[in-house]
């Protein structure tokens, strides 16, 4: 899978919009974008998905550059269980697609 | 709570000891996932069933640590004389994927790790 690089922390306030950026230079055509959260003590958590166009679900928005060469999770208004490890993983349409390849993430802080 | 469960949730054991941990997926997934995650990493593959046939298993895992899901359902892992290294959270997932669907786009859903501690 293309390697993605996320800042290793990010900082925000509550109730304020939080922008996570994650860069994969490398992505090719079919990789998909996904994005998990690990909460404390959790496993990692499904956020959302995309190819090419903006997703939107309950939990975030994700936008897609339009060279797709980085992406942008956003949390509309943060809140204190967002507190978390955010994760960007690319997955390939071939291949050993079936696993998940995890970097270190990035963890946010949500400031009451 | 129809999620993901494992069992235990922390196990201490000795150096030398053998070591056993359950996953039971979400009913009637079909794909059954273990990762391994240490402090300040993210976690790591290290096997992975479609049913009850065990297709992939990472280099990470050496000839200690055995996986078996009889009947496609629950799953176990185990590790044999176990090292002070084996320290860490083991993180089990589930998914359905059904027949065609693209495995790029296919959500695992975590249980809440069982977190090891080797004496």
């Known amino acids: 899978d293309a390697k993605t690089t996320q800042p290793n922390s990010m900082e925000s306030n509550e109730e304020e919009p939080v922008h996570l950026p994650c860069n994969h230079s490398?992505?090719?055509?079919?990789?998909?974008i996904h994005w998990y959260r690990q909460l404390p003590s959790q496993g990692p958590e499904y956020v959302i998905h995309g190819l090419t166009s903006n997703v939107n679900n309950r939990m975030a928005s994700l936008a897609i550059a339009e060279d797709r060469k980085s992406s942008t999770l956003i949390l509309h208004r943060a809140t204190l269980r967002d507190a978390a490890v955010y994760y960007c993983?690319?997955?390939?349409?071939?291949?050993?697609?079936?696993?998940?390849?995890f970097g270190k993430g990035t963890l946010l802080t949500v400031n009451p | 709570d129809t999620g993901v469960s494992q069992d235990p949730r922390h196990k201490i054991t000795k150096r030398g000891q053998n070591v056993t941990f359950r996953c039971d997926p979400i009913?009637?997934?079909?794909?059954l996932y273990w990762y391994r995650q240490t402090l300040g990493q993210g976690p790591e593959f290290l096997t992975y069933f479609q049913n009850e046939a065990q297709l992939e298993k990472s280099r990470l895992l050496s000839d200690r640590f055995s996986a078996e899901r009889p009947k496609g359902s629950f799953s176990t892992l185990e590790i044999q004389r176990t090292e002070q290294g084996d320290s860490a959270m083991y993180l089990c997932?589930?998914?359905?994927?059904?027949?065609?669907?693209?495995?790029?786009?296919?959500?695992?859903?975590f249980g809440a790790g069982t977190r090891l501690s080797v004496l």
């Open positions: 993983i690319l997955r390939s349409s071939g291949g050993s697609n079936y696993k998940l390849t």
């Open positions: 490398t992505i090719s055509g079919t990789d998909y």
């Open positions: 009913s009637e997934h079909n794909r």
């Open positions: 997932a589930s998914s359905l994927d059904p027949t065609g669907h693209p495995l790029a786009k296919n959500i695992q859903y």
